[in-house]
Every structure is written in structure tokens, then in C-alpha cells.
């Protein structure tokens, strides 16, 4: 009785396993690799998979995946790592596939590597054993540093685990080189004890584009705009003040150069009607035929 609940334990649990990395794999993934951010006024356009010269796939390996081997440990026990991944969508292996074990979560046996876009293979005498690390569905997004936003993006990918096991994770730093490119040559793991890994790849995909400034705010015509109402809502206060406490003039009196301001329509419509009048002028001295000019 007990053999046979252990035989359904495990079959229920690998079930639960392909149903979570199939719901992780379809997640929508539109916008994959497609991130923006508004910082300082200014908004950062990432489009790691958009073409650019000489990467017509931008970001994305041409190979399918990106392989980074990692080797530790003394010559007697010597141990290789090699972790695979690629951004944006699933791996593709036209050739050297993963061959390891526990590879349920990523196209299983025949086809690991196929369904996720991160994985590590520990290599141990005789067999390989796999950890899937992402997803496509499961990418989000950050600023490599928050300071520097033209300084590239953290791409992470997870494995999207139902807290059966640790949630594991790949971020890649995207880093902006305009010069070329620059593959991973090691992986880091970002806190001891967890399955959280990070590399380095630079590469001009890395690089931002500023598709918009903020219009909020006034600007400087509203600046000075503002500043000279100002100054004039001063002048006029501190004047009718003066005159009122030291001048003891009451009413429309007290307005400070009352004049200027009486005959200020007059000479504005002055000033309108002798720049429509040179207006005029020139238009009717290109616009009248020669032949006038000339009898005249």
C-alpha cells in the first residue's frame, strides 16, 4: 500500500512539474525584451531584439543560445558547470544540445533545453543534471544602475517554481558597448546558498534610445512669462503702496504712472497700424508688375 501511494506521490508531483512549466513557457510574452523607463525627465527605450548594424537579430544569438562553462573545484574533482540561455524567446539546438538528466521542466530528455530560456547542467561522473533557471513568460526588467540609465539593463529570467523547490533565476546584465560584442566567460551567483545567477554581456543592443522628454513643467518661455507677470504684479503693488501711505492719493490715483497706462492702447494700435502699413508696402513692391515700376 505504501509502494503504491509513493508511485502516485511521484506521478502527481511530475504532472504538477510539466503543468508548471508549461503555464511558465505560454505566459504572454509580447512585449519580450521590449522595456522602457521615465527617469530624470527623460524616457529609456530598450529593444534588445530590435536589428541593428551587424546584429540582425539584435540581442538574440544566432546559434539559438548563448553556453558559458564554468569550471571548479581541484583536478581530482574537477566539476563543470555550463549554463545555457537565451533572451527574448525559447533556446534552439540545431546542434550540442543539453544531454543531462532531470530536464522535465525544459523539453525533457529528447528535447531539453527546448521549452525554457535558461538552464544549468552540473556535470558529475558519468551523468549531467539539469536546473531549469528561466522562462521567456517570466523576464522582468531593471536598470543595471538606477543613476545611469544609459548604462544597459537587467534581463531576468526565472523558473517560475510553485515553492516546491527554490525559485531559481539567470539575470543577464546587458551592458552598453557600441564597439561589439562581448559573451559571458563566467557566471556569478548573486546570494550563497540560492540557485540566483547573474553574467555579464555587452553588447550594443545594451545601449538605450531616448524616444521622449517630458514637456511637463513650464519651460523657459513659461519661466519668463511667469517672472515678468511677477515682476509687474510687484511693481504695481509696491507703487500704489508708496503712493497711498506717502503721496495720501486715493482711487485710480494711486496707480503708478496712471498716464502711460491710459494712452498705452493708443500707441499699441500706433504701433500695430505702422508695422501693417511697412507690411503693405513690401507686398505690393514684389507684387505690382515691372512694367508699372518702370513708368512710374
Known amino acids: 500500500m505504501g509502494a503504491l501511494g509513493a508511485l502516485f506521490g511521484v506521478a502527481f508531483l511530475s504532472i504538477l512539474s510539466c503543468g508548471r512549466a508549461q503555464s511558465c513557457a505560454n505566459m504572454d510574452n509580447s512585449d519580450a525584451c521590449v522595456w522602457a523607463i521615465t527617469t530624470n525627465g527623460k524616457k529609456y527605450s530598450f529593444n534588445l531584439a530590435s536589428p541593428i548594424k551587424d546584429h540582425p537579430h539584435g540581442i538574440l544569438s544566432e546559434d539559438g543560445f548563448y553556453k558559458v562553462t564554468v569550471k571548479t573545484g ?3 574533482e574537477l566539476q563543470e558547470t555550463t549554463y545555457w540561455f537565451q533572451l527574448c524567446e525559447h533556446m534552439k539546438f540545431n546542434f550540442n544540445p543539453p544531454l543531462c538528466q532531470s530536464c522535465e521542466e ?7 533545453g527546448e521549452t525554457c530560456s535558461a538552464l544549468q547542467a552540473s556535470s558529475y561522473p558519468g551523468y549531467s543534471v539539469c536546473t531549469t533557471l528561466g522562462y521567456p513568460g517570466s523576464i522582468s526588467y531593471s536598470l543595471i544602475k538606477a543613476d545611469k540609465p544609459d548604462y544597459g539593463v537587467r534581463v531576468k529570467m526565472s523558473s517560475c517554481n510553485l515553492n516546491l523547490k527554490p525559485n531559481c ?3 543577464i546584465l546587458v551592458q552598453c558597448d557600441r564597439s561589439g560584442v562581448k559573451e559571458p566567460d563566467k557566471v556569478t551567483k548573486i546570494t550563497t546558498g540560492t540557485c540566483d545567477y547573474e ?28 517672472m515678468l507677470i511677477l515682476g509687474f504684479v510687484v511693481y504695481m503693488a509696491v507703487g500704489v503702496a508708496y503712493r497711498v501711505s506717502v503721496l495720501r492719493v486715493s482711487g485710480l490715483e494711486a496707480i503708478p504712472n496712471l498716464d502711460t497706462w491710459r494712452t498705452l492702447p493708443s500707441k499699441i494700435q500706433l504701433v500695430v497700424e505702422y508695422l501693417i502699413s511697412q507690411c503693405m508696402g513690401i507686398y505690393h513692391r514684389f507684387t505690382e508688375p515691372s512694367y508699372m515700376r518702370a513708368n512710374g
Do not use: E, R
Open 74 to 76: 581541484a583536478a581530482a
Open 199 to 226: 553574467a555579464i554581456l555587452m553588447h550594443p543592443a545594451g545601449c538605450p534610445s531616448v524616444t521622449s522628454v517630458s514637456k511637463g513643467g513650464w519651460g523657459w518661455f513659461g519661466s519668463l512669462l511667469f
Open 169 to 171: 533565476s539567470l539575470s
Open 106 to 112: 525544459c523539453g525533457g530528455p529528447d528535447h531539453c
